[in-house]
């Protein structure tokens, strides 16, 4: 079953300001999702040296997102642009499904993935994204939404901050 | 003291800092006229024959200023502005008569600028980060720069301006250290300060300070190309909102210049930003990296999105109406057939110092139309000095609050307006240091866009603006050779006698 069917995003239903249309991505999209998503753990590259991209990064990025598309557990959403831009990829939002044993709620969707491409940031539209990817989570069971990045990334910190999200785990982390 | 290798990275700032032309002897050697045509060449070569020459020149000019240094051991100093009759008089000019001023002050802040020297006082601060062309070579070392500076602020545009290098360790450090020493000053000159900490460093300052505050790497020499431009766009039937142009390096100046061409109208999908990763677009490999680290460059690689252009120079120049060059100086970096392949009747800045991107005359033999360079020996020198000493005594007679853009695009125009008034031509776009003329005017012309903008804390009119700008920057030099007709500032001794000195 492909997860993103059962996302609420699916259908023309974004907000007239922001310059994208949101859908479920597609087997077909992987080509045009790699790029993205290699460039946002380059990005993440510049706050820790323990996040130094791999070699093979490449061929990895293609294998999961192929697995999680068809994982009833992943939602990946495809941004495109509109206008010339139409069937471009633009961005995408990736979250997984995890169990929270001992905790409650006992399920939370944590958003691995989030990326624009710049000229289509500061329209809004990163909000959007994530309230859509939000509704997906719920749809699937998640009772709470979490959002993983580099600990030194500040821009993603004000960004889910202001958005009523705290700080509720670190990870830390040491060479072996 | 021996350190040649350094010395031909001194005259790079020398030239473009604008020592007249006169005091640089190899100004006459090597005068080249932009050429029309024939025996390639042969001037290729003695360009580089001028070049080679002018290296070996900078080195002895480099020796001398050592000598020279030990020999007056600074090149500014305090001096008097009152009369002292007597140790009598400190009870008015010291306690107990200048306790009243400080509580008229402490009453009005605004009146430090009618009853101390403040209104005419500016710092020169460093943090020595990027100094001349030798590099990081910290506030102890840059000392000597700073004191130049302070000469050609005096000099030209009559201005006090204390040198002061600073110790900091982080931008933050540096922001804080001159906000705490701003009560003292009527306005700020960042000077020789690594980009991009710069343009953060500039920001914050203009943000937190009631006075202007300048970067000349950024606005000074943004705003001579731009003068230069104007005219050039000017001889060649062109407007700014037509062309394409390309800047090639994304320091300082070009960031800035373009920010002002933005301001000006240019197309920004007709603008393209070239760095040594080639085109600047907004999907370009690095642009994530540049959003942590250049949030400056970030912005102009989203506002121009390459000038709908990506890939290298060469086709960023393909039917461009200019180039604007500031990057590194090798006379390689623009090929002719880069200028070739440009549109019609193509303008060529190439600025980097001392060597600047493509010789004047290879430019012009590949059909560049206009070659304007930082050098005083070739035709259409883009200098900073033509506008910083003109920019203060402007901004410091209308004790100004800030120094927004508009400023320095008043500054540019009117320089640019001055040339015309001389005959525009090929070879004379921008005043030379020559026309002193010129700066109570670009004064003048800053002095009235502080009042247009309700900037200003004293609006004086055009007229007043221009004859206190006159009066003012004529005080300096009269002041120089007065204290040299008196003997209180000794005459230059002659490289002989200086080593004889030294023997004895």
Same mark, same amino acid.
Not at chain 2, 285 to 290: F, I, P, S
């Given at each position: 079953?492909?997860?993103?069917?059962?996302?609420?995003?699916?259908?023309?239903?974004?907000?007239?300001?922001?310059?994208?249309?949101?859908?479920?991505?597609?087997?077909?999209?992987?080509?045009?999702?790699?790029?993205? /998503? +290699?460039? &946002?753990? @380059?990005?993440?590259?510049?706050?820790?040296? =323990? $996040?130094?991209?791999?070699?093979? !990064?490449?061929?990895?990025?293609?294998?999961?997102?192929?697995?999680?598309?068809?994982?009833?557990?992943?939602?990946?959403?495809?941004?495109?642009?509109?206008?010339?831009?139409?069937?471009?990829?633009?961005?995408?939002?990736?979250?997984?499904?995890?169990?929270?044993?001992?905790?409650?709620?006992?399920?939370?969707?944590?958003?691995?993935?989030?990326? /624009? +491409?710049? &000229?289509? @940031?500061?329209?809004?539209?990163?909000?959007? =994204? $994530?309230?859509?990817?939000?509704? !997906?989570?719920?749809?699937?069971?998640?009772?709470?939404?979490?959002?993983?990045?580099?600990?030194?990334?500040?821009?993603?910190?004000?960004?889910?901050?202001?958005?009523?999200?705290?700080?509720?785990?670190?990870?830390?982390?040491?060479?072996? | 003291?021996?350190?040649?290798?350094?010395?031909?990275?001194?005259?790079?700032?020398?030239?473009?800092?604008?020592?007249?032309?006169?005091?640089?002897?190899?100004?006459?050697?090597?005068?080249?006229?932009?050429?029309?045509?024939?025996?390639?060449?042969?001037?290729?070569?003695?360009?580089?024959?001028?070049?080679?020459?002018?290296?070996?020149?900078?080195?002895?000019?480099?020796?001398?200023?050592?000598?020279?240094?030990?020999?007056?051991?600074?090149?500014?100093?305090?001096?008097?502005?009152?009369?002292?009759?007597?140790?009598?008089?400190?009870?008015?000019?010291?306690?107990?008569?200048?306790?009243?001023?400080?509580?008229?002050?402490?009453?009005?802040?605004?009146?430090?600028?009618?009853?101390?020297?403040?209104?005419?006082?500016?710092?020169?601060?460093?943090?020595?980060?990027?100094?001349?062309?030798?590099?990081?070579?910290?506030?102890?070392?840059?000392?000597?720069?700073?004191?130049?500076?302070?000469?050609?602020?005096?000099?030209?545009?009559?201005?006090?301006?204390?040198?002061?290098?600073?110790?900091?360790?982080?931008?933050?450090?540096?922001?804080?250290?001159?906000?705490?020493?701003?009560?003292?000053?009527?306005?700020?000159?960042?000077?020789?300060?690594?980009?991009?900490?710069?343009?953060?460093?500039?920001?914050?300052?203009?943000?937190?300070?009631?006075?202007?505050?300048?970067?000349?790497?950024?606005?000074?020499?943004?705003?001579?190309?731009?003068?230069?431009?104007?005219?050039?766009?000017?001889?060649?039937?062109?407007?700014?909102?037509?062309?394409?142009?390309?800047?090639?390096?994304?320091?300082?100046?070009?960031?800035?210049?373009?920010?002002?061409?933005?301001?000006?109208?240019?197309?920004?999908?007709?603008?393209?930003?070239?760095?040594?990763?080639?085109?600047?677009?907004?999907?370009?490999?690095?642009?994530?990296?540049?959003?942590?680290?250049?949030?400056?460059?970030?912005?102009?690689?989203?506002?121009?999105?390459?000038?709908?252009?990506?890939?290298?120079?060469?086709?960023?120049?393909?039917?461009?109406?200019?180039?604007?060059?500031?990057?590194?100086?090798?006379?390689?970096?623009?090929?002719?057939?880069?200028?070739?392949?440009?549109?019609?009747?193509?303008?060529?800045?190439?600025?980097?110092?001392?060597?600047?991107?493509?010789?004047?005359?290879?430019?012009?033999?590949?059909?560049?139309?206009?070659?304007?360079?930082?050098?005083?020996?070739?035709?259409?020198?883009?200098?900073?000095?033509?506008?910083?000493?003109?920019?203060?005594?402007?901004?410091?007679?209308?004790?100004?609050?800030?120094?927004?853009?508009?400023?320095?695009?008043?500054?540019?125009?009117?320089?640019?307006?001055?040339?015309?008034?001389?005959?525009?031509?090929?070879?004379?776009?921008?005043?030379?240091?020559?026309?002193?003329?010129?700066?109570?005017?670009?004064?003048?012309?800053?002095?009235?866009?502080?009042?247009?903008?309700?900037?200003?804390?004293?609006?004086?009119?055009?007229?007043?603006?221009?004859?206190?700008?006159?009066?003012?920057?004529?005080?300096?030099?009269?002041?120089?050779?007065?204290?040299?007709?008196?003997?209180?500032?000794?005459?230059?001794?002659?490289?002989?006698?200086?080593?004889?000195?030294?023997?004895?």
């Amino acid at each position: 079953m492909n997860a993103s069917n059962e996302t609420s995003a699916s259908g023309p239903n974004e907000s007239p300001t922001v310059p994208i249309h949101l859908r479920p991505a597609r087997a077909a999209d992987v080509p045009a999702l790699v790029p993205l /998503l +290699l460039r &946002l753990k @380059r990005l993440n590259e510049e706050f820790d040296p =323990l $996040l130094k991209v791999r070699d093979d !990064a490449e061929r990895q990025a293609n294998e999961v997102l192929r697995a999680q598309l068809s994982d009833p557990k992943a939602v990946i959403l495809a941004a495109e642009g509109v206008g010339p831009d139409k069937d471009k990829v633009v961005g995408f939002v990736r979250a997984l499904v995890r169990e929270r044993p001992f905790y409650t709620p006992e399920w939370e969707g944590v958003i691995v993935d989030i990326y /624009l +491409l710049p &000229l289509y @940031r500061r329209h809004g539209v990163g909000e959007y =994204l $994530l309230r859509e990817i939000s509704s !997906a989570l719920k749809a699937k069971g998640a009772g709470v939404v979490t959002a993983e990045f580099p600990a030194q990334n500040e821009i993603a910190s004000r960004f889910y901050a202001k958005r009523g999200f705290r700080a509720i785990q670190s990870l830390h982390a040491r060479s072996l | 003291m021996r350190q040649s290798p350094n010395y031909s990275n001194v005259s790079a700032k020398v030239l473009i800092n604008g020592t007249p032309v006169n005091a640089l002897p190899m100004a006459e050697s090597t005068t080249a006229p932009v050429a029309e045509g024939r025996d390639a060449r042969r001037r290729t070569r003695s360009n580089r024959s001028a070049a080679a020459r002018s290296e070996g020149k900078t080195a002895a000019l480099g020796r001398r200023a050592v000598a020279l240094s030990e020999f007056y051991q600074g090149k500014v100093e305090t001096v008097p502005k009152v009369p002292v009759r007597s140790l009598a008089d400190f009870a008015l000019w010291y306690t107990p008569g200048v306790a009243e001023v400080s509580r008229t002050i402490q009453a009005d802040p605004d009146r430090s600028f009618d009853l101390t020297g403040r209104w005419n006082t500016i710092a020169i601060v460093t943090d020595g980060s990027r100094v001349l062309g030798l590099g990081d070579i910290g506030p102890r070392a840059a000392l000597p720069v700073m004191e130049g500076k302070a000469l050609l602020f005096k000099w030209l545009g009559g201005v006090d301006a204390v040198p002061l290098p600073i110790v900091a360790k982080t931008p933050e450090a540096f922001i804080a250290t001159v906000e705490a020493i701003a009560p003292a000053f009527g306005g700020i000159n960042l000077e020789d300060i690594a980009s991009p900490k710069c343009f953060g460093i500039l920001e914050e300052l203009q943000k937190r300070l009631p006075i202007p505050v300048w970067h000349d790497d950024q606005l000074g020499t943004a705003a001579s190309t731009i003068a230069g431009l104007l005219n050039a766009l000017e001889l060649t039937h062109r407007s700014v909102r037509e062309i394409r142009t390309v800047l090639l390096g994304a320091g300082a100046a070009n960031l800035v210049t373009a920010r002002l061409l933005l301001t000006l109208g240019h197309d920004p999908h007709r603008l393209s930003v070239v760095d040594h990763r080639g085109v600047l677009d907004a999907e370009r490999d690095d642009v994530d990296e540049l959003m942590l680290r250049n949030p400056w460059k970030y912005r102009v690689a989203l506002q121009t999105d390459g000038g709908g252009r990506s890939g290298d120079l060469a086709h960023a120049l393909e039917g461009a109406d200019v180039l604007l060059a500031a990057s590194t100086p090798d006379p390689n970096t623009i090929r002719p057939e880069h200028i070739r392949s440009m549109g019609k009747d193509p303008i060529v800045f190439a600025l980097a110092n001392p060597v600047p991107e493509i010789w004047p005359q290879v430019a012009s033999e590949a059909g560049a139309a206009i070659v304007a360079t930082g050098r005083s020996d070739f035709p259409n020198q883009v200098n900073n000095s033509l506008i910083f000493p003109a920019v203060f005594r402007g901004v410091l007679d209308a004790r100004a609050r800030s120094i927004p853009d508009e400023i320095v695009l008043a500054a540019a125009r009117e320089l640019a307006l001055h040339a015309r008034d001389r005959g525009l031509s090929t070879t004379h776009i921008l005043p030379t240091m020559e026309e002193t003329e010129v700066f109570p005017h670009v004064a003048a012309a800053v002095g009235d866009a502080t009042v247009r903008l309700g900037i200003a804390r004293r609006a004086l009119s055009h007229d007043e603006f221009l004859e206190r700008a006159r009066t003012l920057m004529e005080r300096s030099t009269r002041l120089v050779r007065a204290l040299s007709l008196a003997r209180l500032t000794p005459k230059m001794p002659s490289a002989k006698s200086l080593s004889q000195r030294k023997q004895g």
